[in-house]
């Protein structure tokens, strides 16, 4: 209408309940290629802090969603986004991993908390996790981002955390932190709709 | 390729693409937000992504006729599938790696969660990936998938149509859709469809048959052209 001379953008449609046949080939069950993209982004001699996350995906009546699909993307311990993925490299900064499942449905990812990275205007965002999530009945990828729960000073002065208008709203997107067996392990359950819904993003 | 801190995208324009809550396609009641999406500034963290032209491809990792082969070819109208990415300024999306998944030609999946009476086929896999060449383009071989019903109103039933997923320069390009078959009568009867509003953005959603690249005797074309956001210029106040 107004845009000129812009072509219009092919539409999205649901990546569907097969999701997996094409982008999580284990997890449907299939053999898999000679190099997939899944959800070790860190190896163990990869620098910086590692951890787990751990979370699980919940729709608006609280089952939980066992066909979900995530594409994580983040900066590494140093705040770099390095974009090119290559799995000969100890640490890559983009991963995709799934919900499973069985009755406890959880995706995982294992890799570094990510460093400090730039704001538009050049502030610090505090250390975050960018999560597009992917499923059944999900027409359009829903985007979230993980913040951490031992980054309060951070996160207090985050400009896209403070661009959320209610305060307790703002805590949908900071996992927790556990030991388990001396690992660090932080949580993030994705709540798509109702009661303590996920924040998610237009950008 | 621009410092990712300083490229901008287009917006997307959320009343082009399906809005999350579709009721018709019933499974989007509970799984659609219900508070408004939060608007960001686009910052390094959204207008970067990952670059996979270091992703080792196998030989046939474009070619479904061959990459399940136990022995011999799949069933199914063999047909080609090919079209350029590029973004809204008509700019070719170079070395971006482009994913496919789709039924077979009884119309089900090789996915341990398919219970299609339609048996699988030992030769077809169902997956196929590749990376657009220098101008965009990138093309795979495979057969036609059959349309096959679903648990959604008791008569619905899906048109013949293969998922793609397209990463693109960042990770706020990054798009799933499907291709539907230009002609295929199911089209406008799929609530997934018409999740979809505006009858113009379907068509983005369309192959064409494309009779120049068909392999005669052997196989048709049918060509799919695929359009990501445009990155635009970006004016900065502080130099």
């Known amino acids: ?203 | 390729m621009s410092d990712a801190q300083d490229r901008r995208f287009v917006m997307r324009d959320r009343t082009w693409h399906p809005k999350a809550l579709t009721p018709d396609y019933k499974t989007s009641v509970g799984r659609s937000p219900r508070q408004a999406l939060v608007s960001i500034p686009q910052s390094i963290s959204e207008t970067s992504g990952p670059d996979f032209s270091h992703l080792k491809m196998g030989q046939h990792d474009n070619d479904l006729l061959l990459n399940f082969n136990t022995g011999a070819l799949p069933i199914g109208e063999r047909i080609i599938v090919h079209g350029r990415v590029v973004d809204q300024f008509g700019k070719p999306i170079p070395h971006t790696l482009v994913e496919m998944w789709q039924a077979n030609a009884g119309g089900r999946y090789r996915h341990k969660n398919d219970r299609y009476l339609a048996p699988l086929d030992p030769n077809f896999g169902g997956v196929g990936r590749a990376l657009t060449d220098s101008e965009g383009r990138y093309h795979f071989r495979t057969i036609k998938p059959g349309p096959y019903p679903w648990r959604n109103n008791p008569n619905d039933w899906r048109p013949a149509h293969i998922h793609f997923s397209i990463s693109g320069p960042a990770i706020c390009t990054k798009l799933i859709t499907q291709l539907y078959f230009e002609g295929d009568p199911l089209i406008p009867h799929c609530p997934i469809v018409k999740a979809v509003n505006d009858p113009e953005a379907v068509q983005t959603m369309i192959a064409r048959l494309d009779l120049t690249a068909n392999n005669p005797m052997d196989c048709l074309a049918y060509r799919f052209d695929i359009v990501l956001r445009g990155q635009r210029k970006t004016w900065f106040e502080n130099v």
Not at chain 1, 4 to 18: H, K, V
Not at chain 1, 53 to 60: A, E, K, L, Q, T
Not at chain 1, 74 to 79: F, I, T, V, Y
Not at chain 1, 188 to 194: H, L, M, N, T, Y
């Open chain 1, 1 to 203: 209408m107004t845009e000129i001379n812009l072509l219009r953008e092919t539409t999205s449609q649901t990546a569907g309940p097969y999701v997996h046949i094409g982008l999580a080939l284990a997890a449907a069950g299939n053999p898999t290629r000679e190099q997939e993209i899944w959800n070790q982004l860190a190896k163990p001699e990869a620098p910086g802090e590692h951890i787990t996350v751990i979370g699980r995906v919940f729709d608006g009546n609280g089952h939980l969603v066992r066909d979900s699909f995530l594409e994580i993307w983040q900066a590494n311990h140093e705040g770099v986004y390095d974009e090119d993925y290559n799995l000969d490299k100890p640490f890559n900064g983009f991963g995709r991993t799934a919900t499973t499942f069985d009755a406890g449905s959880e995706w995982t990812i294992e890799t570094v908390k990510p460093g400090v990275v730039k704001a538009a205007d050049g502030r610090p965002q505090a250390p975050h996790i960018n999560v597009a999530l992917f499923a059944r009945g999900i027409n359009i990828q829903l985007a979230t981002r993980i913040y951490f729960d031992d980054e309060a000073e951070a996160n207090a002065a985050d400009p896209v955390l403070n661009l959320i208008e209610q305060p307790e709203r703002r805590q949908t997107l900071i996992a927790t932190r556990e030991e388990q067996a001396g690992k660090v392990v932080y949580r993030f359950d994705i709540r798509i709709q109702g009661e303590n819904e996920t924040v998610f993003f237009d950008f």
